[in-house]
């Protein structure tokens, strides 16, 4: 099973951008797809999720109204578009894949069996 993120770059404040990850190797169509982040020197972080039982969507309260997660299941591949891009947005870009466990631990990157390599985001002021 492998998850391949890509649509990083370099981007200007209030810019956007739009990062991909295709999963292969399985099934996800019922697996919540999420992604995290992590900046330097900081922790990971919990950004945005699509369960994969019914579609529900949630959003770290940092990235509300400007990020949106999607995904085509057809293609086993999820969407998140970052709009009105921040310098603190300045990030690696991870996605992720699991199980639903339910949603006290739906933001929780323990949760999530499968990672994607990352894709850096950078935002210049």
């Known amino acids: 099973v492998q998850l391949q993120a890509s649509g990083g770059g370099l981007v200007q404040a209030g810019g956007s951008l739009r990062l991909s990850c295709a999963a292969s190797?399985?099934?996800?169509?019922?697996?919540?797809m999420a992604w995290f982040r992590q900046a330097p020197g900081k922790e990971r972080e919990f950004v945005a999720v699509r369960r994969g039982s019914g579609g529900h969507t949630y959003y770290a309260d940092s990235v509300k109204g400007r990020f949106t997660i999607s995904r085509d299941n057809a293609k086993n591949t999820v969407f998140l578009q970052m709009d009105s891009l921040k310098s603190e947005d300045t990030a690696i870009y991870y996605c992720?894949?699991?199980?639903?466990?339910?949603?006290?631990?739906?933001?929780?990157?323990?949760?999530?069996?499968?990672w994607g390599q990352g894709t850096q985001v950078t935002v210049s002021s």
């Open positions: 190797g399985g099934t996800f169509s019922r697996y919540n």
């Open positions: 992720a894949a699991g199980p639903d466990r339910g949603l006290p631990t739906i933001r929780l990157g323990y949760q999530y069996n499968y």
